[in-house]
Protein backbone atom coordinates (compact mmCIF):
# COMPACT_ATOMS: atom_id res chain seq x y z
CA UNK A 1 0.00 0.00 0.00
CA UNK A 2 1.15 3.82 -0.75
CA UNK A 3 0.60 6.30 1.07
CA UNK A 4 -0.38 9.41 -0.68
CA UNK A 5 -0.28 13.23 1.11
CA UNK A 6 -2.62 15.72 -0.48
CA UNK A 7 -1.83 19.57 -0.16
CA UNK A 8 1.17 20.49 -1.43
CA UNK A 9 1.87 16.97 -2.99
CA UNK A 10 -1.22 16.77 -4.94
CA UNK A 11 -2.63 19.83 -5.04
CA UNK A 12 -1.14 23.25 -5.32
CA UNK A 13 -2.50 24.63 -1.96
CA UNK A 14 0.38 26.47 -1.05
CA UNK A 15 0.19 28.65 -4.53
CA UNK A 16 -3.85 29.18 -3.31
CA UNK A 17 -2.81 30.57 0.22
CA UNK A 18 0.26 32.83 -0.86
CA UNK A 19 -2.81 34.50 -3.44
CA UNK A 20 -4.55 35.11 0.12
CA UNK A 21 -1.77 36.23 1.93
CA UNK A 22 0.96 37.31 0.15
CA UNK A 23 3.20 38.62 2.76
CA UNK A 24 3.21 34.79 3.77
CA UNK A 25 6.68 33.02 4.35
CA UNK A 26 7.22 30.96 1.26
CA UNK A 27 10.27 29.48 2.19
CA UNK A 28 8.25 27.67 5.27
CA UNK A 29 6.44 24.35 4.80
CA UNK A 30 2.83 25.52 5.88
CA UNK A 31 1.96 28.43 3.67
CA UNK A 32 -0.22 30.69 5.15
CA UNK A 33 -0.67 32.21 8.99
CA UNK A 34 -3.81 29.81 9.55
CA UNK A 35 -4.47 27.36 11.70
CA UNK A 36 -5.26 23.76 10.83
CA UNK A 37 -9.13 24.18 11.79
CA UNK A 38 -9.19 26.78 9.79
CA UNK A 39 -9.40 24.58 6.60
CA UNK A 40 -12.95 23.03 8.43
CA UNK A 41 -14.35 26.81 8.13
CA UNK A 42 -16.69 27.41 4.92
CA UNK A 43 -13.40 29.56 3.60
CA UNK A 44 -11.20 26.71 4.28
CA UNK A 45 -13.26 24.31 2.70
CA UNK A 46 -13.80 26.77 -0.26
CA UNK A 47 -10.14 27.48 -0.94
CA UNK A 48 -9.74 23.52 -1.09
CA UNK A 49 -12.51 22.45 -3.60
CA UNK A 50 -10.89 25.43 -5.65
CA UNK A 51 -7.37 23.94 -5.27
CA UNK A 52 -5.16 22.72 -9.14
CA UNK A 53 -3.53 19.58 -9.32
CA UNK A 54 0.34 20.03 -9.27
CA UNK A 55 1.39 19.01 -12.57
CA UNK A 56 2.51 15.49 -13.18
CA UNK A 57 0.88 15.07 -9.95
CA UNK A 58 -2.18 12.77 -10.83
CA UNK A 59 0.46 10.74 -13.35
CA UNK A 60 2.35 9.90 -10.80
CA UNK A 61 -0.93 8.55 -8.97
CA UNK A 62 -1.89 6.23 -11.62
CA UNK A 63 1.50 5.35 -12.29
CA UNK A 64 1.55 4.32 -8.38
CA UNK A 65 -1.77 2.37 -8.57
CA UNK A 66 -0.78 0.39 -10.81
CA UNK A 67 1.28 -1.21 -8.32
CA UNK A 68 -0.09 -1.36 -4.84
CA UNK A 69 -3.34 0.07 -3.17
CA UNK A 70 -3.95 4.10 -2.65
CA UNK A 71 -4.19 5.41 0.65
CA UNK A 72 -4.82 8.87 0.48
CA UNK A 73 -3.47 10.26 4.04
CA UNK A 74 -4.05 13.66 4.94
CA UNK A 75 -3.52 16.13 7.90
CA UNK A 76 -6.71 18.23 6.51
CA UNK A 77 -9.41 18.62 9.30
CA UNK A 78 -12.23 15.94 8.69
CA UNK A 79 -14.64 18.31 8.17
CA UNK A 80 -12.91 18.61 4.36
CA UNK A 81 -14.10 15.24 3.87
CA UNK A 82 -16.85 16.15 1.12
CA UNK A 83 -14.48 18.71 -0.30
CA UNK A 84 -11.58 16.40 -0.21
CA UNK A 85 -13.34 13.14 -2.16
CA UNK A 86 -14.99 15.38 -4.58
CA UNK A 87 -11.25 17.53 -5.71
CA UNK A 88 -10.32 14.02 -6.10
CA UNK A 89 -12.98 12.66 -8.76
CA UNK A 90 -12.95 15.78 -10.29
CA UNK A 91 -9.66 15.58 -11.00
CA UNK A 92 -9.47 11.97 -11.88
CA UNK A 93 -7.16 10.66 -9.16
CA UNK A 94 -7.09 6.99 -8.76
CA UNK A 95 -9.37 4.93 -5.97
CA UNK A 96 -7.83 4.64 -2.63
CA UNK A 97 -9.05 4.83 0.80
CA UNK A 98 -9.04 8.58 2.66
CA UNK A 99 -7.61 8.93 5.79
CA UNK A 100 -7.33 11.73 8.07
CA UNK A 101 -4.10 11.94 10.33
CA UNK A 102 -3.92 15.06 12.15
CA UNK A 103 -0.44 14.83 13.03
CA UNK A 104 2.74 13.63 11.45
CA UNK A 105 3.23 11.09 14.29
CA UNK A 106 -0.47 9.74 13.57
CA UNK A 107 0.84 9.41 9.43
CA UNK A 108 3.84 7.21 10.99
CA UNK A 109 1.39 5.21 12.90
CA UNK A 110 -1.18 5.04 9.91
CA UNK A 111 1.64 3.77 7.79
CA UNK A 112 2.57 0.51 10.58
CA UNK A 113 -1.27 0.04 10.54
CA UNK A 114 -1.76 -0.31 6.70
CA UNK A 115 1.89 -1.54 6.42
CA UNK A 116 2.71 1.26 3.80
CA UNK A 117 5.57 0.25 1.66
CA UNK A 118 5.96 3.79 0.20
CA UNK A 119 5.03 6.89 0.73
CA UNK A 120 4.96 10.24 -0.79
CA UNK A 121 4.76 13.49 1.15
CA UNK A 122 6.00 17.57 1.13
CA UNK A 123 6.44 17.63 4.67
CA UNK A 124 9.67 17.37 6.18
CA UNK A 125 8.33 16.60 9.32
CA UNK A 126 5.80 14.21 7.82
CA UNK A 127 8.99 12.42 6.07
CA UNK A 128 10.75 12.28 9.13
CA UNK A 129 7.77 10.56 11.11
CA UNK A 130 7.86 7.99 8.02
CA UNK A 131 11.28 7.70 7.87
CA UNK A 132 11.77 6.48 11.37
CA UNK A 133 9.05 3.68 11.14
CA UNK A 134 10.81 2.33 8.18
CA UNK A 135 9.02 3.74 5.31
CA UNK A 136 10.38 5.06 2.16
CA UNK A 137 9.45 9.05 1.87
CA UNK A 138 9.46 10.56 -1.62
CA UNK A 139 9.06 14.48 -1.30
CA UNK A 140 7.37 16.62 -4.12
CA UNK A 141 10.10 19.26 -4.38
CA UNK A 142 9.29 22.75 -2.53
CA UNK A 143 11.77 25.49 -1.52
CA UNK A 144 11.35 24.03 2.12
CA UNK A 145 12.74 21.06 1.66
CA UNK A 146 14.29 20.82 -1.63
CA UNK A 147 17.91 19.58 0.96
CA UNK A 148 15.92 16.43 1.20
CA UNK A 149 17.56 13.78 -1.27
CA UNK A 150 14.60 12.15 -1.77
CA UNK A 151 12.73 15.47 -3.10
CA UNK A 152 12.37 16.11 -6.58
CA UNK A 153 9.77 17.70 -8.98
CA UNK A 154 6.40 15.49 -9.75
CA UNK A 155 7.96 14.81 -13.58
CA UNK A 156 11.62 13.12 -12.06
CA UNK A 157 9.40 11.66 -9.44
CA UNK A 158 7.25 9.83 -11.71
CA UNK A 159 10.86 8.79 -13.82
CA UNK A 160 12.18 7.08 -10.64
CA UNK A 161 8.76 5.35 -9.57
CA UNK A 162 8.44 4.15 -12.87
CA UNK A 163 11.82 2.79 -11.91
CA UNK A 164 13.98 5.05 -14.95
CA UNK A 165 15.99 6.99 -13.02
CA UNK A 166 16.85 7.54 -9.47
CA UNK A 167 15.28 10.45 -7.49
CA UNK A 168 18.19 12.27 -6.14
CA UNK A 169 20.67 13.47 -8.79
CA UNK A 170 23.75 13.31 -6.60
CA UNK A 171 23.02 9.36 -6.57
CA UNK A 172 22.98 9.32 -10.88
MG1 LIG B 1 1.37 18.27 2.37
Redesign the pocket.
Same mark, same amino acid.
Given at each position: MIAL @?? $?? &?LAA &?NPALWRMFPDADRARCHGAPVPPAWFGTESGRRLLAELRPLRGARRAACLLARRARLVYVT?RPPATVAETWAWLRRFRFPCGLLVFAGSSAAKARWAELLRIELAI @? $? @?PA?AAAYRAVGVRCLLPRWRYNADDPEAAPWPRLCQAIDGRTPVSRRSL
Open positions: @DI $DN &T &TS @D $D @DA
